[in-house]
Every structure is written in C-alpha cells, then in structure tokens.
C-alpha cells in the first residue's frame, strides 16, 4: 500500500508539473521568450507609434503615413557584415515575389536603421544599392528623435548591443509584418523570403 501510495503521489505531481508547464509555454508552443513574443503578437496585434523617419532621399514621413499598406519592417545598421547583408538581399527578392502588390501600393517594404547617428540618408541609399535595389516599393529610414528610436525597439522587439570589439553591434534579426492599420501581426524568421511572400499573398488574397 504504501509503495502504491508513492506511486500515486508521484504521478498527482508529474501531471500537475505537466500542466503547469503546458500553461507556461502556450501549450508547449513556447519554449523561447522569441517564440512566446511571437505567439503572443499573432494573438494580440501590437499598435506601432507614429514616429517621425527620414528616408533615404533625404525628405521625412510619420509611419503614420504608411497605413492603408501592409508593410515588411526590418531592422539594420548599415555597417553590418552579416545580418544585414543577409536581410537587404531578402527584401530585393521580395522586391521580386511581390512586385505586383508593391507596384499596386498595397505592400511597401521598409529598412529601419538602430544607428540613426552614422546611417545618414546618403548611407541608407548606398545600403539599398548594395542590397541591388529594384527600384520599387522598398523604402530605407532613420528615426528622427532618439526616443523615436527607443519606441519602436520596443514595440518590434529589437535587442540592440553595442560590441566594442568590432565598432558595430550584436541583434536580432526578423522580418515583421504591419497590417494597414498599423499594427504588428507577425514575425518571420530572416531568411526566409518565398515563406514571407506567400504569406503577405494570402493575407492580400483574404
């Protein structure tokens, strides 16, 4: 009896750890504060603040202005080797995939630099080359206030560290998806260019 008793008492508690567990990770969706962040945002849209850009030709827009459009935000430092790089080259394939939408006005693409300081309008222009920019619908932009800057790491989520070794910066890297009323619904992964397409295409064809 006392054995069976044991035996009871330890699967009460596995079952009771297992549901503590599955409630704490979204029913075992989310095992990572990324993965959770992600869920989370699909679940309860995260309205993006009107902060004030300047583009890379030099002239100024509020997000606001961007509403009506379903846009693809990504984060980047011009002097970036890897992430960026990698990330400038998704939106030019994007540039391809979406090009009838984007055309239409009803995709843009949008590169916002985290070090506003050094990537004046004339760098974000020679990103966008780099990247070879198609010409359509993909628009590079600098926070014009530091607490501009401040506001939309923390509503896209962005970790930011400077690394004194290099003069650059370690972050995360993502693609994130704004609907016409400006709020954030979803997170890609980089590198993934054909999976973000198809899904701003069923979002447009819905």
Request: contains cysteine; charged residues 15%; proline residues 6%.
């Amino acid at each position: 009896m006392a054995i069976l008793r044991t035996l009871l008492a330890s699967l009460v508690l596995l079952l009771a750890g297992g549901a503590a567990l599955s409630a704490a990770t979204d029913r075992f969706q989310a095992f990572t504060t990324e993965t959770a962040r992600r869920l989370a945002v699909r679940r309860h849209p995260i309205q993006i603040p009107p902060v004030a850009l300047q583009l890379q030709s030099g002239s100024r827009i509020s997000l606001a202005d961007l509403h009506g459009k379903w846009l693809l935000v990504d984060f980047i430092y011009t002097r970036c080797p890897t992430y960026c790089v990698a990330l400038g080259g998704e939106f030019a394939q994007l540039q391809d995939i979406l090009a009838k939408p984007l055309a239409q006005g009803k995709v843009q693409l949008l590169s916002v630099s985290f070090d506003p300081v050094h990537d004046t309008p004339a760098q974000l222009k020679a990103y966008m080359q780099h990247s070879r920019d198609r010409g359509l619908g993909w628009i590079a932009a600098r926070p014009v206030e530091p607490q501009g800057l401040v506001q939309l790491k923390q509503a896209f989520g962005i970790t930011v560290i400077a690394d004194p070794a290099s003069g650059g910066y370690t972050h995360n890297a993502a693609i994130h998806l704004v609907d016409p009323r400006g709020r954030l619904v979803q997170i890609f992964d980089e590198n993934a260019p054909d999976l973000v397409g198809k899904a701003v295409l069923r979002r447009l064809a819905q």
